[in-house]
């Protein structure tokens, strides 16, 4: 659905992106993390054709992203990060707005979303809230029903509740069959919800893979219960804290030589869980800036 070659935009002497790379396959929810500036936003306008690449090539639903970007935007449902409208707008106009650009008819499928997410479409979109405006956004961008949606920070600005009937909304459009590319500073929605992920650093890509994949390549949490004393010297041990009596650290190699580090510590209880979504995304992010 999606596949980037070495995908390169500079802005004169400012950074873009630089040789990216990623294969986005048919029925993905795909994450696509990094810190501001990384170069999220900028890969996202390329691969709709809203910026012109320095270097690379892309192709989406199968199409060039030069040759035939209309065809692209016929067939994607858009987010973008920051909502923008004409003023005096309602949000059915905007809907209306959207469906006749694509020449379809979609009013039913429009109010069925704006009910799911307590969105008024009557109201001027002037008068909403950042969290209202991007619920306008995104019944845009699904009413149509596209294969492809490609989502900048789509739960941005909603309460805990609206990003719960979101995440509804685009797990029933998946199950149904569209693919979904979304990039996201909510790293446990990531872990929660995508099959695939990749970390850019930079507007370099720095790891993609499954997401269950990512984690049993990241460190382990390990945490002991009712630690006494000192503990002794633990191969690969880092981000040690204490709370209490639990001591908590991250490790990263061979089980066996935790348990023989361990051997001589004096504990009650031990707990080895997968990282959080955070924890890999530092992990990746160290492990890059030792490389660099």
Known sequence: MIETARLTKRYGRARGIEGLSIRV???????????????KSTTIRLLLGLIRPSGGS?????????????????????VPSEISYYPGMRGLDA???AARLRHVECGAEARRLADLMSLDLGRKISDLSFGNKKKVAI???????????????????????????????????NRQGATVFLS????????????????????????????????RTAAKRVTLRNARGELPQIAGA????????????????????????????????LTITEPDMEEIFLHFYEKEEVGA
């Not at 029925?27 to 500036?37: M, R, V």
């Not at 892309?58 to 858009?78: E, M, P």
């Open 25 to 39: 396959n048919r029925g993905d929810i795909y994450g696509f993390i990094g810190s501001n500036g990384a170069g």
């Open 58 to 78: 892309a192709r989406v639903l199968g199409i060039d992203i030069i040759k035939r970007k209309k065809d692209i935007l016929a067939g994607v449902g858009y």
């Open 95 to 97: 809907a209306r707005f």
């Open 139 to 173: 019944v845009c961008a699904l009413q149509h029903k596209p294969d492809l949606l490609i989502l900048d920070e789509p739960t941005s600005g909603l309460d805990p509740l609206m990003q719960k009937a979101f995440w509804d909304i685009i797990l029933e459009r």
């Open 184 to 215: 996201s500073h909510v790293l446990s929605e990531i872990q929660q919800h995508c099959t695939r992920a990749a970390i850019i650093r930079e507007g370099r890509l720095v790891v993609e893979d499954g997401v269950h994949a990512l984690s």
């Open 238 to 269: 880092r981000d040690l804290t204490r709370v209490g009596d639990s001591v908590s650290f991250l490790v990263q190699g061979d089980a066996k030589t935790l348990l023989e580090d361990l051997r001589l510590a004096d504990f009650d209880d």
